[in-house]
């Protein structure tokens, strides 16, 4: 990941969670893994950002059940002065079989998917760190969680 110093990053994820499994997929640089979504594009609604995200990276057509959590993340991906703000949903995928095994999406960029158990979060380099405990509160909360998060501690 190519990204200057004292950057901010507007970022917008879905959690796809099937049999208990939720997909993420590696970062670029290939040092750890992060919920499927990308930029928010000027004027476009995150919901919208989320949609579209999963159609380029995977082909999947999603629906957004509702917002979950908004993270401050400071030194983002372990990078020194990259804040990251970001905006998670819960989304459903009606249809879509998700494979187990390591597989590719749609876009020439190769990103390398995969489904993890979600109690096994705690024990995968995943960005922001605060997803390795969240995603088991998921399902206690009907809330949006405002969650601070470093990726540096």
């Not at 997929?25 to 919920?35: A, I, Q, Y």
């Not at 979060?121 to 601070?148: F, S, W």
Request: overall charge negative.
């Amino acid at each position: 990941m190519s990204i200057a110093i004292d950057h901010f990053l507007f970022r917008v994820a879905g959690v796809l969670i099937k049999e208990q499994k939720v997909l993420l997929h590696m970062t670029k640089n290939g040092r750890g893994w992060v919920l499927p979504g990308g930029k928010a594009e000027v004027n476009e609604l995150t919901t919208d950002t989320v949609i579209r995200e999963f159609e380029e990276e995977l082909g999947y057509t999603v629906k957004v059940d509702r917002l979950l959590w908004i993270i401050e993340n400071f030194n983002a991906y372990g990078l020194p002065e990259l804040h990251e703000h970001g905006m998670y949903y819960a989304v459903e995928a009606p249809g879509v079989i998700v494979q187990d095994a390591v597989f590719t999406g749609k876009e020439e960029l190769g990103i390398r998917y995969q489904r993890v158990n979600i109690d096994e979060l705690d024990h995968v380099n995943i960005y922001p760190k605060a997803l390795r405990t969240l995603n088991c509160e998921m399902a206690q909360t009907d809330g949006i969680k405002h969650v601070m998060n470093n990726d540096l501690e």
